[in-house]
Each structure stands twice: as structure tokens, then as C-alpha cells.
């Protein structure tokens, strides 16, 4: 699905089995985006009510960044100047964990949580904008995004990097 950067997005009210409070969890997403990196990829949670209620896989000038609402936390990774088909994964393990960003299945960055601990609201669902569809519009192409309501390990990572690999022919390294 091509996004432009301007106002096109999806919205999922209330999606069921949707993370929530401070529970670990994983984003995939298998994106091509246009230069200069901009918006959110997905968005989930709800940051309408303060602070740390939503967590993110975004775009912000050169870097993907997968962290939650209000900057305390999060990783990031600055990719090649080039624009190609990337797998991003961003993994968060609960409370007093990590916040990994990996892509193309190699593990680019990796921060401690510093509290207050993100504690996601599980209202809304939003692919392409941030959750208040007001800004952060994404620029490129998202052809799949997966979301899982545990920490994926290592060897899960590697299997659903080989997935996504074979099925939109993404060379790995």
C-alpha cells in the first residue's frame, strides 16, 4: 500500500488482542520508503491522554526508530542512503527491558527502558499516521506488517526474517 506523506492512512478502533499496559511485544513491518524518512509506520495505543500510552515503529529525518510515546525510550538506526524493500522488526521485552530495532533480521540498535514504562492502551491501531492522525504521516510503501503480543527470541526473528525474505524477495545479509 502506497502512502504519501500527506493524509492517507488506516485506523483500527478497538482491535482486539491488541498489547496492552506494559506487556512485551513485537513489530514487523516490510516497508519502502521515500527520502527523507518520515511518519509513522504503525501505531498503536493511545498517546491522546498523556504520556507513554502508545508505542511506535516510525520514520523521523534518517533513522527508524521503534520506542514508545514521549521519548523516554526506544531504539534507533540510521539506514543507507538508499530507498529498497526493508524488513523492519522492533522488539520490546517488558518492563525494565530492552526496545531492539532490527533490519533485514540484524539487530541495528538496542536501549535499556528507563521508567515511567510505556503502558499501551490497547483503544486504536493506526498504519501509515500517528495514533491522533493529525501529523507523522508515513512516505512509502507498506506491503505487511505483523504484530505479536510477546517478544519474539532470536531464532523467531530469524524464521519470520526468512518469511518475509522469500515472499518479497529481500536479500538478507
Known amino acids: 500500500m502506497l502512502f504519501n506523506g500527506a493524509a492517507n492512512h488506516f485506523q483500527v478502533i478497538g482491535p482486539t488482542g491488541q498489547p496492552t499496559g506494559d506487556a512485551p511485544v513485537t513489530v514487523a ?3 519502502w520508503p521515500v527520502l527523507p524518512l518520515t ?3 504503525v501505531h498503536f495505543g493511545s498517546n491522546l491522554g498523556g504520556t507513554d ?3 511506535f515503529l516510525s520514520a523521523n529525518g534518517s533513522n527508524w526508530t521503534f520506542g514508545s510515546f514521549g521519548g523516554n525510550s526506544g531504539s534507533s538506526f540510521t539506514p543507507p ?6 524488513i523492519l522488526t522492533g522488539v520490546y521485552n517488558g518492563p525494565a527491558g530492552t526496545w531492539r530495532i532490527y533490519v533485514n533480521g540484524v539487530l541495528e ?7 515511567p514504562y510505556p503502558n499501551y492502551a ?5 498504519i501509515g499516521a500517528d495514533n491522533a492522525l493529525a501529523s507523522e504521516y508515513f512516505s512509502g510503501n507498506i506491503a505487511e506488517i505483523v504484530l505479536y503480543d510477546h517478544a519474539l527470541s532470536g531464532p523467531q526473528i530469524d524464521a519470520l526474517n526468512a ?3 522469500a515472499k518479497y524477495a529481500i536479500p538478507l545479509p
Request: net charge negative.
Open 163 to 165: 518469511y518475509f525474505s
Open 122 to 126: 490497547a483503544d486504536r491501531l493506526v
Open 109 to 115: 540498535d538496542g536501549k535499556a527502558e528507563v521508567p
Open 29 to 31: 513491518a516490510v516497508v
Open 81 to 86: 542512503g538508499d530507498t529498497v524493500w526493508a
Open 39 to 41: 511518519g509513522k509506520v
Open 53 to 55: 500510552e502508545s508505542a
